[in-house]
């Protein structure tokens, strides 16, 4: 079997730390996010995650809280944002992970879900409040389709938990790097090398660290320790200061000097 | 024992509801809450704190009597069960002094909570006040305009209210708000979830909380007319007093148990907050149930007059309760529910809640069709002094 793209773009950047960017799907538009989507490619990221938009998002803080209400204005949907992946993908061999809660799943129905986001070229998933005890069949319909689920591990995971979290896990391990919400610096962390050199003992996977990453300083804090960093509300902070005018340029600028911070 | 008819399995479910859908950074604190709960179920010590203090700072065991002059309005015999009468005007104390209690064992200084009507919040900070722990409450800021006098009682009690400006700004966001704060600040802070909601094991320690007003309510009924009540009936939003109610007679199936859900302006309008009806299954705070969503799976906004009972997710008890047959579930228009307010008001003397006001409605509405005969025991659940403003303005006369 052919490896995944998700293995492949990891094993092309084995020894250096890559760039994951995440961006929220159709904040501002969902053309935006597409021309957002092909400047990630050009700027060098080792994958992407598009954030699908929902109205309850706990896991979030309010950067991307507001670009989900934003899209969710403009009546963005589940079936949009992958549509949108999928015209990204005709041009581009770029790994893209969707971020999602369970309910938009559970409304589609997992193997609906699932079938179209492989469709789509999606290559993973990652879904925030479904912990690997709850819908076994969800995993399962996600495998099913060869779909890579991303768990997470959290500060607050208990040591003899993380092997049940990584045997659900595919394709790379997200690893928080604080207890909170998107985007914000509150919250406990404890020794971030600790915790991946913790979960590297228990899986060969990647390890991806996110959460609270907003600047090149921080990604290059990171750079050696893990296999890629996750920067996502930063991201949707350079939207934001002018959705209509010059996001994309930012959005490709930051990116950029992520990378370099990264590669430095 | 009658609870057995309905207990989950050992990771919360209720049949196809309940469970634990949050972020992974709460697993642990979830975790440690129920070996804590566990713990303390078999403790004398704590049952000891817990019974003392639901009298003595409470005002445990609440009367059942019987409503003589709304009967005659309503075509049955109505009792009240009283828990209007408890300290901060609600049942909602029975589970926020059990929770403080908890989170004293659990040596966390910290107490969050959500409000809708505020009696939550307002229970939470009398609680947290009493066993010396700091209170943050939030509150939908629409529902702080509703429910104002309800903000500075949280205020004077020592709790800090944080208004809650997202989505519609009402009891979801606040437990959207609520659940950040929760993630963030774990090691050190408690969530007291106010209803039978949320991940397990809220629904089922919330519900053990609140089992005492079935427990007394049987007993008095007892004694009062002789036998059981032919007719419960429970307002529901989340569910708390209703479940409370209707635990104590769940293997007894001669008694009819009704949920009454908020209908708002009908439910043909969509302006409403009855999930039964549609019976469309979805995740919602942690938990898999009966909820108001769209087709893309957005929970939609809701409506009632009720700011207690304006949340689009039922408790996943409630739910299988009403899959399995064991209690059915109705709804009351916001009119008939302020219709209830003003009869209860009047003809008994009692300024009922607008959430129990919803209870008070069917039975209005359904009263004469179970006969002069028929017992029906309502849950009084709150007291309405906190809706008077709310009242006079959607009736024109504020």
């Known amino acids: 079997m052919n490896p995944s793209r998700l293995e492949a773009a990891f094993a092309a950047h ?8 995440f961006v929220t799907a159709g904040y501002p538009s969902l053309d935006a996010t597409l021309e957002m989507l092909r400047a990630f490619d050009r700027a060098g990221a080792l994958a992407v995650e598009v954030g699908i938009p ?16 934003w899209a969710l204005r403009e009546r963005v949907g589940t079936e949009d944002v992958l549509h949108t992946i999928e015209r990204f993908r005709a041009g581009s061999e770029l790994p893209v992970e969707v971020m999602t809660y369970a309910n938009p799943v559970v409304r589609m129905g997992a193997a609906a879900f699932a079938a179209r986001a492989k469709a789509a070229g999606v290559d993973g998933v990652i879904i925030s409040d479904l912990p690997p005890e709850e819908s076994a069949e969800t995993w ?5 389709a060869g779909v890579d689920t991303i768990t997470l591990v959290a500060p607050t995971t208990d040591e003899d938990r993380v092997p049940d979290l990584l045997r659900r896990c595919r394709g790379f391990v997200y690893c928080l790097a604080r207890t909170g919400v998107t985007g914000q610096g509150a919250g406990y962390s404890g020794s971030i090398p600790d915790r991946v050199a913790l979960i590297r003992t228990h899986t060969a996977l990647p390890v991806a660290v996110g959460f609270g990453i907003a600047s090149g300083d921080d990604a290059r804090k990171l750079s050696g320790v893990a296999d890629a960093v996750i920067v996502g509300a930063a991201f949707i902070r350079r939207i934001t200061e002018n959705p209509a005018q010059g996001a994309v340029e930012r959005v490709e600028s930051f990116a950029r000097e992520l990378t370099g911070a990264l590669a430095g | 024992m009658s609870a057995s008819v309905s207990r989950p399995d050992a990771g919360g479910h209720f049949g196809p509801y309940g469970g634990k859908f949050v972020p992974e950074t709460l697993i642990h604190a979830l975790e440690e809450l129920e070996r804590e709960y566990e713990r303390a179920k078999g403790d004398a010590e704590f049952q000891r704190d817990l019974d003392e203090t639901l009298r003595d700072f409470a005002g445990r065991p609440t009367p059942v009597i019987e409503a003589k002059r709304f009967s005659e309005a309503a075509g049955c015999r109505v009792f009240l069960k009283r828990e209007d009468l408890l300290h901060t005007g609600a049942h909602k104390i029975n589970n926020t002094i059990g929770q403080c209690l908890l989170t004293k064992r659990m040596g966390k200084p910290r107490v969050i909570a959500e409000t809708g009507a505020g009696q939550h919040g307002v229970a939470t900070a009398a609680a947290a006040a009493r066993f010396g722990l700091e209170c943050v409450v939030y509150m939908g800021s629409e529902d702080a305009r509703r429910q104002k006098l309800n903000v500075e009682r949280m205020r004077l009690l020592g709790a800090e ?3 809650v400006e997202a989505g519609s700004r009402t009891l979801k966001d606040a437990v959207n ?3 950040r704060d929760w993630v963030t600040r774990v090691r050190d802070t408690h969530y007291i979830l106010g209803s039978v909601l949320g991940p397990h094991p809220f629904p089922v320690m919330v519900r053990d909380f609140h089992r005492v007003i079935g427990i007394e309510a049987r007993a008095q ?30 293997g007894d199936a001669s008694v009819r148990k009704v949920g009454v859900e908020a209908a708002g302006h009908g439910i043909a309008s969509g302006k409403h907050a009855a999930r039964v009806p549609e019976h469309s299954v979805g995740v919602l705070h942690g938990t898999r149930t009966l909820i108001l969503q769209d087709e893309h799976g957005m929970v939609r906004e809701t409506h009632s007059v009720s700011a207690g009972l304006d949340y689009p997710a039922l408790g996943p008890e409630h739910a299988w309760l009403n899959d399995q047959g064991l209690a059915e579930y109705s709804h009351a228009s916001d009119d008939e529910a302020l219709a209830a307010f003003e009869a209860l008001s009047r003809l008994e003397g009692i300024l009922p809640a607008l959430e129990s006001s919803h209870a008070l409605a069917w039975t209005l509405r359904e009263g004469r069709k179970l006969g002069p005969n028929a017992r029906v025991l309502v849950n ?8 008077v403003a709310e009242v006079l303005r959607v009736t024109g006369r504020g």
Do not use: M, W, Y
Request: glycine share 16%; proline share 5%; charged share 25%.
């Open chain 1, 14 to 21: 084995r020894g250096r730390t890559g760039l994951i960017p």
């Open chain 1, 54 to 69: 929902f109205s309850d998002p706990i896991a979030d803080g309010p950067d991307i809280q507001r670009a989900s209400e």
């Open chain 1, 140 to 144: 399962k319909a996600f495998d099913d």
């Open chain 2, 161 to 163: 209210v944080r208004e």
């Open chain 2, 177 to 179: 708000e609520a659940l």
């Open chain 2, 221 to 250: 009924f007892d004694a009062l007319a002789g036998g059981l009540p032919d007719v419960l009936v429970a307002c529901v939003g989340g569910g708390s007093n209703a479940i409370g109610l209707f635990h104590a007679f769940l």
């Open chain 2, 380 to 387: 009084l659940s709150g007291r309405g002094d906190k809706d």
